[in-house]
């Protein structure tokens, strides 16, 4: 599976972007997806999930109520739609893929994209 993550940007605090990642390679509804994103001196984390089937989410704390993933699996991309950003959300953000679990823990990934950078300017 090969992931291409796009739709990163510069914005002012308080703006919104949206990140697609595109599948090729793999039927991406038999995967777990996620986001997680790394900033400058910090480990990566993980942001956001959605699981295969049932299609839950599932987000990090500092994210709830701005952040909203989704999936198209007939376009196969999933989306991240981050509202009211803030300049702590900078960071290069991953879309990951998980065949077993989902895409929770950064051990479980076994298919990673490119990130794209997204800065939040104060």
């Known amino acids: 599976v090969q992931l291409q993550a796009s739709g990163g940007g510069l914005v002012q605090a308080g703006g919104s972007l949206r990140l697609s990642c595109a599948a090729s390679?793999?039927?991406?509804?038999?995967?777990?997806m996620g986001w997680f994103r790394q900033a400058p001196g910090k480990e990566r984390e993980f942001v956001a999930a959605?699981?295969?089937?049932?299609?839950?989410?599932y987000y990090i704390d500092s994210v709830k109520g701005r952040f909203t993933i989704s999936r198209d699996n007939a376009k196969i991309t999933v989306y991240l739609q981050m509202n009211s950003l803030k300049p702590e959300d900078t960071a290069v953000y991953y879309c990951?893929?998980?065949?077993?679990?989902?895409?929770?823990?950064?051990?479980?990934?076994?298919?990673w994209g490119k990130g794209t950078q997204v800065t939040v300017s104060s």
């Open positions: 990951a893929a998980d065949k077993w679990g989902d895409a929770r823990r950064l051990g479980g990934i076994d298919y």
């Open positions: 959605i699981s295969r089937g049932s299609g839950t989410t």
């Open positions: 390679g793999g039927t991406l509804s038999l995967y777990g």
